[in-house]
């Protein structure tokens, strides 16, 4: 019971540090974490996917990719799915490609995954999975967390919180920008920035 207890007052006010951080951003993606230099690209990582295979970001080099860290606990995070399911079936022949990245248990993953029904690839870890968002010089200190990279696998921002329709629409324009050669990365990362 003590445990219980416990377990709900951290369930509680994490919840209420999420709604107080998601609730404070705009349309921009000024939310951004601090970025890594603007020369340097992601490392790379590894992480299982729902199958158990390992998967590494590398393996989507070359494409445009919208990197999301979520949980099924995470009532925002099933709350943005939907969105990001529709912008890679609209986005697929574009090469933008989303990656989900759970940071949950593989077995309610799993479960979930079979009632989303996802289009994109999910791979999972726990601390594995914060790891490789801290890895790429990025502080994680929420979910959902969103890495919004470049072809060449330049991290062009970072977003924190709930993805809405208005965030999509702006990141598909402007990675389509960047894709059209109308931008370049720093372009790209002002654009993101502007109110």
């Known amino acids: 019971m003590k445990h219980a207890v416990v377990a709900g007052l951290v369930i509680i006010v994490a919840a209420a ?10 349309v921009s993606l000024n939310n951004e974490a601090p970025l890594q230099d603007a020369n340097d690209s992601l490392v790379d990582f590894a992480l299982p996917d729902l199958h158990g ?26 709350r943005e799915i939907p969105l990001l399911k529709k912008l890679q079936a609209e986005k697929s022949d574009k ?12 077995e309610d993953v799993q479960a979930y995954a079979e009632e989303a029904e996802f289009n ?22 929420g979910l959902p967390f969103t890495m919004i990279i470049a072809r060449d696998g330049t991290l062009i921002n970072t977003h924190m919180g709930e ?19 109308a931008i370049d990365i720093e372009g790209a990362r002002e654009a993101l920035r502007s109110p």
């Open 163 to 181: 993805i809405k329709q208005e965030h999509v629409d702006l990141i598909a324009g402007v990675m389509r920008d960047l894709d059209l050669g």
């Open 120 to 141: 994109y690839p999910i791979l999972v870890g726990q601390e594995e999975a914060m790891a490789a968002a801290e890895s790429s010089g990025v502080d994680f200190i």
């Open 53 to 78: 295979s390992e998967r590494q970001l590398s393996d989507w080099n070359g494409e445009a990719r919208l990197v999301n860290f979520w949980a099924t606990w995470c009532a925002p995070c099933r």
């Open 95 to 106: 090469h933008l490609q989303i990656i989900g990245v759970a940071v949950d248990f593989m």
């Open 17 to 26: 540090a999420a709604y107080i951080v998601q609730s404070s951003y705009s």
